[in-house]
Nanobody, 119 residues
Framework: QVQLVESGGGLVQAGGSLRLSCVASGSIIRINAMGWYRQAPGKQRELVALITSGGSTNYADPVKGRFTISRDNAKNTVILQMNTLKPEDTAAYYC?????????????WGQGAQVTVSS
């Protein structure tokens, strides 16, 4: 139906940068919000950043000023640029999309991309 495929992530030292990308494909009429959530071991999944189709953004307090979310509506792509990474940013990062198809609307998730920040 709809797939979200993530790329990027990996291992980086504290203070470094990483970039996550996510492409949505399938029976898509419209994508409303897109964004990223993360889940560290033993913790609940939490919002990192969201962006609407109009470009409005929302960031979690811990990443404000360090992470930037952007999207290309024509390519159904959302990108998370992560700078000044900290060890506490270590988590699995999941792409999210609020997708409308023909007579339906639902949330979709990517498979997760691991981000590990060493101190």
């Amino acid at each position: 139906q709809v797939q979200l495929v993530e790329s990027g992530g990996g291992l980086v030292q504290a203070g470094g940068s990483l970039r996550l990308s996510c492409v949505a494909s399938g029976s898509i009429i419209r994508i409303n919000a897109m964004g990223w959530y993360r889940q560290a071991p033993g913790k609940q999944r939490e919002l990192v950043a969201l962006i609407t189709s109009g470009g409005s953004t929302n960031y979690a307090d811990p990443v404000k000023g360090r992470f930037t979310i952007s999207r290309d509506n024509a390519k159904n792509t959302v990108i998370l640029q992560m700078n000044t990474l900290k060890p506490e940013d270590t988590a699995a990062y999941y792409c999210y999309a609020d997708v409308e198809g023909l007579l339906w609307r639902r949330d979709f998730w990517g498979q997760g991309a691991q981000v590990t920040v060493s101190s």
